[in-house]
């Protein structure tokens, strides 16, 4: 889904940005990506799915046993 239509960020492309690049902040996403940075109103939306993503790293990286199973 797209996140900001004024710079065409989706959900997948900030979840890419967690993973590859260790974008962890709105601050590194909007320097990233320009998310938040024009009209505003994707920051809500852009702030729960960066937190979702963070998250699902973290989680990840704490329990690499469970991508084996």
């Not at 492309?13 to 974008?23: K, M, N, P």
């Not at 009209?39 to 729960?48: H, W, Y």
Request: net charge positive; with cysteine; hydrophobic share 35%.
């Amino acid at each position: 889904m797209y996140v900001c239509l004024c710079h065409n960020v989706t959900d997948s492309d900030i979840r890419r940005l967690v993973r590859s690049e260790g974008v962890c902040t709105m601050r590194e996403l909007s320097r990233q990506s320009g998310v938040a940075t024009q009209c505003g109103k994707c920051g809500r939306c852009a702030r729960e799915v960066l937190r979702e993503a963070v998250d699902e790293v973290r989680s990840e990286a704490a329990c690499p046993g469970l991508l084996a199973a």
